[in-house]
């Protein structure tokens, strides 16, 4: 814990922590306000959402999604946005990681009284994800699973008549993927990485029926995990049991080394992924 008074309310509290976005001492009051006064910045400044619209927070159980949960019902309050705010969670049907989660998600649903909406792959496709990899082995799970679940919510969106889904998605996930696309050389997927908002009539590449977005766009993951520990928020950490996703990995110890070096890495690759300009003409692999 470093001894310094806090830089924010400049030496009333002593400092509990150090931000890990900024390497500035701040005492848990004031990093709690800034955390939450950010996001609440990213939301007004990108125009996230509209007063009367009903959203759907894509809730796994994990710290993004509960510190999303949790936050935007503050700030929903606070702010007085005039949103209705509920849970969507698809399960998966992978025993051992999600059927865990869900207890979380439920308890979660409890303790910010929203409603909830469970889907699972076994009601919607007729395979659970724990059947898939039986009868397919450990290959490319994630893509069958990520194109299920993008399905699964816009059935859960559209079940619940919500206006949007907002995602967990971080800071660093958005760094990674924006890393990702350009040593893969995917150009099209660049674009919609960086994208606040994907799926609504500004987005011709995407497949989803229902606009997200992701207000955590800009929060460090670090500091999602500060947040969700000093308020105590109930939320599950094991990793999924087929998620070993080398490349992915790989970019993501990457760039935990370069924020070691400079915090600020992570914003400027997303910053940088938000200059590119890519060319009408770049389109997105076709799903088959
Ligand atoms: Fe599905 Fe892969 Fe995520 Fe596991 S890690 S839930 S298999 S997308």
New binding site residues.
């Given amino acids: 814990m470093p001894s310094a008074t806090c830089v924010s309310c400049q030496g009333q509290r002593p400092a509990a922590l150090v931000r890990p976005k900024t390497s500035e001492p701040y005492c848990k009051v004031c990093f709690f306000e800034a955390f939450e006064r950010e996001i609440h910045e990213t939301i007004v400044k990108e125009q996230l959402f509209k007063p009367g619209e009903t959203i759907a927070v894509a809730a796994s159980g994990g710290k993004d999604s509960t510190v999303l949960a949790h936050v935007l019902k503050l700030l929903n309050e606070r702010h007085s946005y005039g949103l209705k705010l509920v849970l969507l969670s698809i399960d998966?049907g992978?025993t051992g990681y999600r059927d865990d989660s869900l207890e979380t998600v439920k308890r979660n649903q409890q303790q910010y009284d929203l409603p909830l909406i469970i889907l699972t792959y076994k009601e919607l496709y007729g395979w659970s994800?724990d059947e898939i990899v039986k009868a397919v082995g450990r290959k490319n799970?994630?893509t069958f699973?990520?194109v299920f679940r993008r399905q699964a919510l816009d059935r859960g969106a559209m079940k619940l008549s919500v206006n949007k889904i907002a995602t967990g998605h971080n800071a660093d996930d958005i760094a990674e993927t924006i890393l990702m696309n350009i040593l893969r050389g995917d150009i099209a997927r660049l674009k919609r990485c960086t994208s606040i908002i994907t799926g609504d009539e500004s987005d011709e590449n995407e497949g989803s029926v229902i606009p997200r977005c992701k207000p955590l766009k800009y929060a460090y993951e670090k500091e999602i995990v500060l947040y969700a520990f000093y308020k105590r928020l109930d939320y599950f950490s094991t990793e999924?049991l087929?998620?070993p996703n080398a490349y992915r990995g790989n970019i993501r110890t990457y760039i935990k080394d370069l924020e070691r070096l400079r915090p600020s890495s992570i914003i400027d690759i997303i910053h940088s992924g938000e200059q590119v300009l890519v060319k009408q003409t770049a389109k997105m692999p076709v799903q088959r």
């Fill in positions: 998966e992978i994800m799970n994630c699973c990520g999924c087929y998620s």
